[in-house]
């Protein structure tokens, strides 16, 4: 069993910044893959980025160059980078995990990022 809790939501104007926090139960060392997704009102569920045990990452085309994804086993807690964020970027985020061909997910933490 995982579980995710997800933290540092809130709200920001146009152009400025946010960092997200996930943190796992478990030693995140034994999830093979960690990811945040969103979701905005009226749409579906989006990949923004992933992160491997080795430490490779991807992004969707529209945060590359703005988000980063980055980890801290210490902790236990997987991270979301934000600059640069427009109204395009407000909506729920989640962060997920694959482990053992299982799938998890936190809550979601509200980003609302205002115009």
């Known amino acids: 069993q995982v579980q995710l809790v997800e933290s540092g939501g809130g709200l920001v104007q146009a152009g400025g910044s946010l960092t997200l926090s996930c943190a796992a139960s478990?030693?995140?060392?034994?999830?093979?893959?960690m990811y945040w997704y969103r979701q905005a009102p009226g749409k579906s569920r989006n990949l923004v980025a992933g992160i491997t045990m080795s430490g490779n990452t991807n992004y969707a085309d529209s945060v590359k160059g703005r988000f980063t994804i980055s980890r801290d086993n210490a902790k236990n807690t997987v991270y979301l980078q934000m600059n640069s964020l427009k109204a395009d970027d407000t909506a729920v985020y989640y962060c997920?995990?694959?482990?053992?061909?299982?799938?998890?997910w936190g809550q979601g933490t509200q980003v609302t990022v205002s115009s």
């Open positions: 997920h995990a694959l482990r053992r061909w299982a799938r998890y």
């Open positions: 478990v030693n995140i060392l034994s999830i093979d893959n």
